[in-house]
């Protein structure tokens, strides 16, 4: 069993800095692309970073130059480095992880919420 544990969310200020981390807990298992969706109320979710296990990153169009994502593969965990955050940042933010225990699946962690107030 495999679970994704995050932190760090909360509230902000507009040009402000947050971190965002995320564990996977559990054992045996095997780490793929690592990444970062949000959702914001009344919009689909959307993917906001990815990383893979060589630390290769992409980023959406709306957060590059602002937001870093990178790993730990010893550690099995995942950060996401917001700064100059806007209103628009606003939403629920999920870690999301593509993981081999024995089949590859994608596993979600359960949310964490960002507000950046103007």
């Known amino acids: 069993q495999v679970q994704l544990v995050e932190s760090g969310g909360g509230l902000v200020q507009a040009g402000g800095s947050l971190t965002l981390s995320c564990a996977a807990s559990?054992?045996?298992?095997?780490?793929?692309?690592m990444g970062w969706y949000r959702q914001a109320p009344g919009k689909q979710r959307e993917l906001v970073a990815v990383?893979?296990?060589?630390?290769?990153?992409d980023y959406a169009d709306s957060v590059k130059g602002r937001f870093t994502t990178s790993r730990d593969n010893a550690k099995n965990t995942v950060i996401l480095q917001m700064s100059s955050l806007k209103p628009d940042d606003t939403a629920v933010y999920y870690c999301?992880?593509?993981?081999?225990?024995?089949?590859?699946?994608?596993?979600w962690g359960q949310g964490t919420q960002v507000t950046v107030s103007s």
């Open positions: 999301n992880a593509q993981i081999e225990l024995p089949f590859i699946r994608t596993y």
């Open positions: 559990g054992s045996g298992f095997r780490m793929y692309a």
């Open positions: 990383v893979t296990p060589g630390g290769t990153t």
